[in-house]
């Protein structure tokens, strides 16, 4: 059906900057909200930040200024730049899509299988 595979998580010192991408394939007619989670240990999944099919952005408080989310529509593909990174934003961050299928013209709620972020001080 749908696959959403993250890239681009790694280790990086306080202050300095990553970029996730996220690519969507599969049975895809459209993607409605394009978005991504973090979870961190003992902590439950939030959303860090998400884009509509009208381009209209969501950001947690706790990442606004920092983070920069944007999609290509024709590609199917998210991106999320973050810059000065906390040892806060240390997370397993997941890729979340709700995509509206062709075979069934159904919107779904999708999920990647995450990638780890690690910010240390």
């Known amino acids: 059906q749908v696959q959403l595979v993250e890239s681009g998580g790694g280790l990086v010192t306080a202050g300095g900057s990553l970029r996730l991408s996220c690519a969507a394939s599969?049975?895809?007619?459209?993607?409605?909200?394009f978005g991504w989670y973090r979870q961190a240990p003992g902590k439950e999944r939030e959303l860090v930040a998400a884009?509509?099919?009208?381009?209209?952005?969501y950001y947690a408080d706790s990442v606004k200024g920092r983070f920069t989310i944007s999609r290509d529509k024709a590609k199917n593909t998210l991106t999320l730049q973050m810059n000065s990174l906390e040892p806060e934003d240390t997370a397993i961050y997941y890729c979340?899509?709700?995509?509206?299928?062709?075979?069934?013209?159904?919107?779904?709620?999708?999920w990647g299988q995450g990638t780890q972020v690690t910010v240390s001080s």
């Open positions: 979340w899509g709700h995509i509206v299928l062709i075979t069934t013209g159904l919107g779904e709620e999708y």
């Open positions: 599969g049975s895809i007619f459209k993607i409605n909200v």
């Open positions: 884009i509509s099919s009208t381009d209209n952005s």
